[in-house]
């Protein structure tokens, strides 16, 4: 510890020495006197995870505003486990961008839970979450979702592929 005082990188050592023995609160003290950078967004949400097995939900989403100084560092299935054990993704519009993800990583996020939503089988709320994400069939990853849902409803889902066949077109 008197080490990280002039080196500030052994504060990231000592945040994952205290992540790896799940004392998240010691680890987030050294995180927070840390530089900003990759590991220390990485620490971060390792910090998120061990809130989140806590059931303690406001350490864990400070974790994730403190990540998003690295938003590459911030691993999506992270991110959705932090909704839906928080049982948020109910109350959550699927178009608001609560953390400012780049548009990507929120696109990735919004697929993500509507997967979820689908493999519990919670197909009525999965279409809201699906309906809302841009560009949907751009991919393999967006088309396999709404294949897997559009037994569910035809005609949503049929105006779904029209309205990219159109766009297609023009």
């Known amino acids: 510890k008197r080490f990280a005082h002039f080196d500030p990188q052994k504060h990231i050592v000592l945040a994952e020495f ?3 023995i799940n ?6 003290t050294h995180l927070l006197a840390a530089p ?11 910090a998120m995870e061990t809130f989140l097995a806590l059931k303690d939900f406001p350490e864990a989403r400070a974790c994730i505003v403190h990540a998003l100084e690295t938003p590459q560092a911030i ?12 049982e948020q993704v109910s109350r959550l519009d699927p178009r608001a961008n609560e ?4 548009p990507r990583q929120f696109r990735d ?3 993500e839970l509507a997967r979820r939503l689908v493999s519990e089988n919670n197909t009525d709320l999965a279409w809201p ?8 069939l751009d991919d393999a990853q967006g088309r396999s979702l709404l294949q897997s849902v559009e037994y ?15 766009s297609l077109w023009e």
């Open 75 to 86: 691993p999506i299935r992270a991110l959705a486990d932090y909704y839906w054990r928080s």
């Open 152 to 166: 569910v409803d035809w005609e949503r889902a049929g105006r779904l592929w029209e309205t990219t066949e159109n």
């Open 109 to 111: 996020l919004q697929i």
């Open 36 to 46: 900003v950078d990759v590991r220390s967004g990485r620490a971060w949400m390792r």
């Open 99 to 102: 953390f400012n993800l780049p």
């Open 129 to 136: 979450w699906i309906e809302s994400v841009a560009s949907l």
């Open 18 to 20: 205290y992540l790896n």
């Open 23 to 28: 004392r998240a609160a010691e680890a987030k």
